[in-house]
């Protein structure tokens, strides 16, 4: 029925290499042997091993994990609050401010939000003595508010195209607010709610900009360290270590796919 | 307006009915937002009116208390505005910033049109696939997506050496460190971002319109101009907003792939801060910067709201 165009067929598939050429360049060439990045010289690991026992990054990279880990789950408490209180309460004072608030994290230029929340760390810290010095509690608020942003309109959305009838039953039966919520609303959102964490992660784990800004000494993040290196020219360590992260992204992307959409099927 | 104001409910409404739960929600991450997101725009507002001064922090108060501690006399210092204005260097950066993104925005709406059109006239087993291939590059880091073109475009690079052996180039062009670089690198880390509204739109779509057209004689073109591209409005407005308000005040991609002479604004504000450390210029940088992107922002929240 429908007609094959070759000319938006060829368009795509132009557009899907564009996305994927350098990627796969990238991991190529993170197991060649030469030091020269463009030379190939043969396969080799030695850049993994490399890569493993250097102290710099593996500190940066254990910083970041605890920081996305935690920045994460605070993002996701606070995100499906934000979004089942945009889709669920139908009125109340201030909520096209919450609404703003939430959703302009999401475009907000990072040097802006960076700029912003280290002044604001910076005053607090002169008026109430808190926070002291700038480290990874500072960088978890930070991530903490624009992941917030990601998770809610992910849970939102969810909630938009939820069946209300369930809801609307249970509190017929009599349910609680809070039960309600708990055992059906929540259950309900869950597959949404566990990809706004897994956004939220990836997201922590990846920015650079805004963590420039609020970190403080001896707690460069792992985008900072890597920034630092790659600033200098192409490392083969770097390559090394994209490909890791990228296919580990890869794999739990897949595997959240396939998960929600296996889900999707059991619910209807 | 008035009789929608009777009837929304005020907070304390909802603690006089006793509903602690309902507040909780609303009051926990209304103060975080408060607090971390409103907040220090207020504080970037009311330092970029002070001098910046060698000390802990590096700027004056506007407050300036008298002798006996009880008069406040508010001093706010407009130089670093006036600063702004006079100097050509900050109009250029702002100018070019906008017309970067702006340009980088139209290409990645005709590079992401096609593929979000393909992707929404697939079949419901190959549309999965495609649209997880392209939420993939969404999900890897953004600092290794912009890392991953330095090799392919320096001077030894793989392009390069494609171009000279197909003997298309004499000499390796140099490509890295120039405006060309920021195009591609802004076109291609933010194409997700224009071909998921793009296609939320289109999918939603009903395509007998378009067969209706051409059964009454339309050509692919003329369809295409009157009904898919009025039908995908939402979507390519979504789209260009989403790309543009981000890379105006993009600092990774100029700062790796463009050269010394790119002027982008995110850049400016980052060396105005950690290489001049000139907290109160670099505030007034960001607060420009913000109200040339609030126009943008809210047009997106109209869309948003259109759109739903």
Not at chain 1, 177 to 185: A, V
């Amino acid at each position: 029925m429908r007609k094959r165009s070759w000319p938006l067929i060829i368009m795509a598939a132009l557009g899907f290499l564009f996305l994927y050429l350098p990627i796969v360049v990238l991991i190529v060439f993170s197991f060649n042997e030469s030091k020269l990045v463009t030379v190939w010289g043969g396969w080799s690991l030695k850049w993994y091993a490399s890569l493993f026992s250097n102290q710099e990054i593996m500190d940066a990279a254990w910083v970041s994990l605890k920081i996305a880990v935690i920045s994460a789950s605070l993002a996701s408490v606070l995100g499906t609050m934000t979004g089942f209180v945009l889709s669920r309460i139908p009125r109340f004072r201030g909520k096209t401010i919450l609404s703003g608030w939430a959703m302009a994290p999401l475009v907000m230029p990072d040097v802006i939000t960076g700029l912003s929340l280290l002044l604001l760390f910076v005053s607090m810290g002169s008026l109430f003595g808190w926070p002291a010095e700038r480290g990874t509690t500072t960088v978890v608020i930070a991530h903490t508010t624009f992941c917030l942003a990601y998770v809610a309109v992910v849970v939102q959305s969810r909630l938009s195209t939820l069946d209300e009838t369930l809801e609307e039953a249970a509190m017929d039966l009599g349910a609680k607010p809070s039960s309600l919520f708990f055992l059906i609303t929540l259950p309900l959102i869950m597959p949404a709610i566990v990809s706004g964490w897994l956004l939220s992660f990836t997201l922590s784990l990846d920015d650079l900009v805004i963590a420039s800004f609020v970190s403080g000494p001896g707690n460069s993040t792992l985008p900072m360290v890597i920034f630092s290196k790659v600033r200098l020219g192409i490392t083969p360590e770097v390559n090394a270590l994209a490909t890791l992260m990228i296919v580990a992204v890869a794999l739990s992307v897949l595997i959240a796919l396939y998960i929600m959409r296996r889900q999707k099927r059991v619910v209807g | 307006m008035m009789t929608t104001k009777k009837r929304k409910s005020s907070i304390w409404q909802l603690v006089s009915s006793s509903n602690i739960g309902r507040l909780f929600v609303i009051l926990v991450p209304m103060l975080w937002l408060a607090a971390f997101f409103f907040i220090p725009f207020l504080v970037v507002f009311n330092i970029s009116f002070t001098e910046s001064a060698i000390a802990v922090p590096p700027y004056t108060s506007i407050f300036q208390w008298d002798a006996t501690n009880t008069y406040a006399t508010l001093k706010l210092n407009l130089g670093n505005y006036l600063f702004l204005f006079e100097t050509s260097f900050y109009l250029d950066a702002y100018l070019s910033s906008i017309k970067i993104a702006g340009i980088s925005t139209l290409i990645t709406l005709l590079i992401g049109f096609p593929i979000a059109y393909f992707i929404a006239r697939s079949s419901s087993t190959m549309r999965a696939v495609l649209l997880a291939l392209v939420i993939l590059p969404f999900w890897t880091s953004f600092l290794l997506r912009v890392y991953a073109w330095m090799g392919l475009l320096q001077k030894n690079g793989l392009i390069n050496e494609l171009l000279v052996s197909l003997g298309l180039v004499q000499h390796p062009v140099t490509m890295l460190q120039t405006d060309f670089a920021v195009y591609l690198g802004i076109v291609y880390t933010y194409l997700p971002f224009m071909i998921l509204p793009l296609y939320t739109c289109l999918e939603k779509m009903d395509m007998s319109l378009v067969e209706a057209a051409q059964d009454l004689g339309a050509k692919p073109y003329q369809s295409f101009l009157h009904i898919t591209l009025p039908l995908a409005k939402p979507g390519i407005i979504a789209g260009c907003l989403l790309v543009f308000i981000p890379a105006v005040g993009e600092f990774v991609i100029p700062a790796l792939l463009g050269g010394s002479n790119t002027l982008m604004i995110g850049r400016v504000l980052w060396d105005e801060f950690f290489l001049n450390r000139d907290w109160p210029l670099a505030s007034a940088v960001a607060i420009v910067m913000l109200l040339l992107l609030v126009g943008p922002i809210i047009l997106m929240r109209k869309n948003n709201k259109e759109a739903l």
